[in-house]
Structure formats: C-alpha cells, structure tokens
C-alpha cells in the first residue's frame, strides 16, 4: 500500500520534516532548508481525549528555562498537522515559551462518515489524493490558491477537480442554498461567495456563520479542551474530573503559567484566531469566545470569515503576518481599522500565503510548491528561508513583550520590522488607512 506524505507527517510525528530533508538531500532548492529541529528545544506528544476526539499535541519547550512558563497554542492551516509551524514553534521555545500545537482535524470534520466513505471509493478522489500527496493537501491548495479565480471562470487550471470541493463541501453548499438571495446558486458561485467571503469582498454574517461552522467548529473546540486539560479546568465541560494532562505527562520538569496563554494560527488556524478572540457569532451566540487568551498571533488569516461588528470589541494585543501576494491581505485592510489600535500590522514583500507554512515548504513539497502553476501567488517558498528567520523573530519579540519576559517598548517591534525591509514591506501598529494601503500596495488599488 503506497504511503501519501499526509500519511507520513501522521506516522512520523515531529520528526517528520527532519527525514524528509535527510531524503531529498541535495536535490533541494538551495533556498528552502531551515532546520526544524532545534538542539535546544525538545518535543514531546501529549494525548488528549474529550467526547469522541482523540487528540494528538505537539510540544515544544527549551529545557534550560525553568519555573511556570507562559504558553500558546498554535493551530495549522488547513489540511496540515501540528508541525505546519514547527521552525516558529522552535522560535518561541527558545523566549522560554511553551508552544502546544494540536493536530486539528479538518476536511474529515465537514462530511458525515458515509459521505467521505463512499466518495472516497471514487477514481476522481484518489488520483487527486494520490497527485497532491492527500486530499487536505489538495483542499487547502484549491482554496488558497491565486489560481482559484482561474477555476471559479471556468478557465483551465491546471490539476484542479472541482468535483472534489464540490463533494467535500457538500454540507455548506447545500446549507448556503437555503439562504434566501442565493437559491439559485450553483457550485461555483458557492466557491466564489467562499473566497470573497474570506476577504471581506462579500459581508453576510448568514454566509459567515455557514462557512465558519464548516471551518472553525473542531478547531475552536480543539483550542479551549487543550486549555481545559493543560491546566486542570472544565470551561468545556468535557474535563469533569478536573485533570491536568500536562502535569501528568510532564510532573514537576515543566510547568505551564495558567494566567499567561497566547495563541497563534495561519491561515484557517489564522482565522481561528479572530474566532476564539470574539469575532464570531455563530448559531446567534458567541459560543467560539474564550476569554482565558491574551496576545495572538495571526498569521496569513482568512480575516474576514467572522461578524465585523465584533472587532472593535476585541480588547487582546495582537499582530498581523501576512504576504503581499497574498489576496488574504485584502481582508487585513479591512478588519485591522477595527481593532483600535490594537492590532500591530508586519507584510512581507515578493510573499505569498505558502510561504509562512513548513509543511508547505519542506524540500519535497517546496519543489511541489516552485513548479505546479497552481501555486504561484507571489513569493511562496523561494522566499520562505529569508521570511521565516524575520518572522520568528518578530513573533518572539511580541510575545516577550506581552508576557511581560522582557521589557521594551511599544514601537521597537514596528521599528525592528522597518529594520527589515527590503524583506518586510510593510508596518504599522497604527489603524490602516485605506487611502495609505492602496498608496502602498497599488497592485490592491481599487479593491479594498
């Protein structure tokens, strides 16, 4: 039975991504290769079980850090695993941070079981697994693709099955039908309303609460049991008997700080970010919200895939990684505004949306990433070895500060940014203005 790299970051675990260079060896593009193991950070696996969800947590942590440290959950993108952010993960271990990142489900979680048993019998859906290395792969490349304006024309794009998202999705689709104003709606205006929806194009809370339920419901799940059981609560519901998983695997070695959590997330994880801090309302009820989480991270998000209304109400520090050959920027211009302030703003040119994941840009997949066209939004990973070190390193100095492990002040992380050009194109920790974004980014003229 052939293995599909999905398969293999699964058995793997963390050490995957340190096999797959040792495979490629020099075939490599010369440009990708940032070491994702670390000597001075060490990671584990902590299981959690809540409900019917079996749920596998990468750590990792600097042993020479002692006492209760501060700790942030990092949530994947789509159709990746826990180790997507696996070189930031090592970033933060390294601030003396411990980073828990849960292997979210995804693709899975959208279908009833018999839906994905009898579609996955189907020809169409294993020669698409078997191309793109897993059927998440091909989801999240779809969706996030520059080329998707390419498929939802009807123009040809290369190694795309719509049928795939069609029938994947098919819960959403038929949800959104229902909806008066898009009865009619066939499956690539459903594709379409998605994207513009993930960007702020399109502001209809119906659609939002459709495609966020699809989107976010395991995931905001994931991220407030993996608190529950890391410090001994039972917000949730689902940890009665009050265990601390974390102290049970960890004893007295390493301790976590209750009243110091963070999270960080891209690109859907990024999106879930804003959806745990309050921007969403789904089901008429603000049932994602977490207040237990600090500062954030979101990096690559899909921003606007939530109720506007609720920025301006979401009072955690925040910053905002991004590309600008990512269309996901437009949805920043917009909800950023809102945050009031609160919302420090890092965009790093020649970038794209791929560029920021490990997954993505692993050897294997990043000569996957350089040739099909169906990746080819800006940058990508031929920039992924000059981005990540900058991003790491502003991450670092955000959650130092927010933690309160070093003093500095407001303006050094923007001013180490601007340090940075011409790598970092962009930063603010000011209120966006669109006048000013479009002065900056005139390939976005006339579309924010």
């Known amino acids: 039975m052939k293995i599909t790299k999905r398969d293999f970051l699964k058995i793997s675990g963390l050490a995957a991504l340190t096999a797959l260079t040792a495979l490629t060896g020099s075939s490599c593009p010369s440009s990708v290769g940032l ?12 299981e959690i079980d809540y409900g019917i969800r079996k749920m596998n947590v990468g750590v990792w942590y600097n042993p020479d850090f002692s006492g209760e440290r501060p700790f942030i959950l990092s949530s994947h993108g789509l159709g990746a695993s826990t180790i997507d952010l ?12 411990v980073v828990l990142a849960p292997d979210h489900e995804d693709v899975s979680t959208s279908l009833t079981t018999n839906m994905l048993k009898d579609y996955s019998d189907s020809q169409e859906f294993k020669d698409t697994a078997e191309q793109f290395g897993g059927i998440e792969y091909y ?3 779809a969706l996030f693709s520059s080329q998707l304006d390419s498929i939802i024309e009807g123009k040809d794009a290369r190694g795309f099955n719509f049928n795939i998202l069609i029938n ?12 008066p104003d898009y009865e009619n709606y066939q499956p690539m205006d459903v594709l379409d309303l998605l994207k513009k929806s993930f960007t702020g194009d399109i502001e209809d809370n119906r659609v ?15 991220l407030s049991n993996l608190i529950d059981f890391s410090t ?5 519901g689902n940890n009665p008997s009050f265990r ?5 695997k960890f004893k007295d070695a390493l301790k976590v700080d209750a009243n110091k959590i963070g999270v960080m997330g891209y690109s859907i994880g990024g999106g879930a970010v804003f959806e745990i801090l309050g921007a969403g309302d789904v089901c008429n009820g603000n049932i994602y919200y977490d207040s237990r989480i600090g500062p954030a991270v979101s990096i690559g998000p899909n921003i606007a895939l939530n109720h506007k209304e609720n920025f301006p109400g979401i009072n955690n520090n925040m910053l905002i990684i991004i590309g600008d050959g990512d269309y996901l920027i437009k949805g920043v211009a917009r909800r950023q505004p809102m945050l009031g302030g609160r919302g420090e703003v890092v965009v790093y040119g020649n970038t794209g949306h791929t560029t920021f994941s490990d997954t993505a840009c692993t050897p294997i997949n990043a000569i996957l990433v350089n040739m099909l066209s169906q990746f080819s939004d800006d940058g990508n990973c031929d920039s992924h070895s000059l981005v990540a070190p900058s991003s790491h390193e502003i991450m670092g100095m955000f959650f130092e500060r927010e933690f309160g492990l070093k003093s500095a002040k407001e303006t050094d992380l923007i001013n180490y940014a601007m340090s940075q050009r011409p790598v970092v194109r962009y930063a603010t920790s000011e209120p966006i203005v669109k006048s000013e974004f479009e002065t900056a980014f005139p390939e976005y003229a006339g579309q924010i």
Not at 172 to 178: C, E, G, H, V
Not at 232 to 236: S, Y
Not at 244 to 248: G, H, K, P, Q, T
């Open 244 to 248: 601390n998983a974390f102290d049970e």
């Open 86 to 97: 696996g070189s930031a993960n090592n970033a933060l271990a390294n601030k003396g941070i």
């Open 139 to 141: 989801v999240r490349t």
């Open 232 to 236: 001994g609560a039972n917000q949730m």
């Open 35 to 46: 070491p994702i193991r670390d000597p001075n950070v060490k990671t584990d696996v902590l």
């Open 168 to 179: 994947l999705f098919l819960n959403a689709f038929d949800q959104i039908r229902t909806i």
């Open 208 to 222: 939002n609460d459709i495609f966020g339920g699809a989107f976010y419901d395991s995931r905001m799940k994931d």
